[in-house]
């Protein structure tokens, strides 16, 4: 596994989450200038949260600007995704990953948002 998922949980809507994704093994991952977060609802196809490229340039899923922020810090090897007024809607397994010439990806966290 070369990037590693966390942070979901259970949370009530309106509440907050952090997901982190950070890479293991030697791969220079955090050098691709394309990530991002996915989710996966139940029923649903994966579809893009949010992107973020090396020089900090975002993109977001309209559903969720203006609630979440995507950040990453090469230097740590760190990606973040902060979200906040969480909806049930907002429920799914959430993936991050790398994408360029070859991708990556993450094992994916649970994110459940109850109403």
């Known amino acids: 596994v070369q990037l590693q998922a966390s942070g979901g949980g259970l949370v009530q809507a309106g509440g907050s989450l952090r997901l982190s994704c950070t890479q293991s093994g030697s791969a220079n991952i955090f050098r691709m200038n394309y990530m991002g977060w996915y989710r996966q609802a139940p029923g649903k196809e994966r579809e893009l949260v949010a992107s973020i490229t090396r020089v900090g340039d975002t993109d977001y899923a309209t559903s969720v600007k203006g609630r979440f922020t995507i950040s990453r810090d090469d230097s740590r090897k760190r990606m973040d995704l902060l979200m906040n007024s969480l909806t049930p809607e907002d429920t799914g397994v959430y993936y991050c990953?790398?994408?360029?010439?070859?991708?990556?990806w993450g094992q994916g966290t649970q994110v459940t948002v109850s109403s």
């Open positions: 990953a790398a994408r360029g010439v070859r991708d990556y």
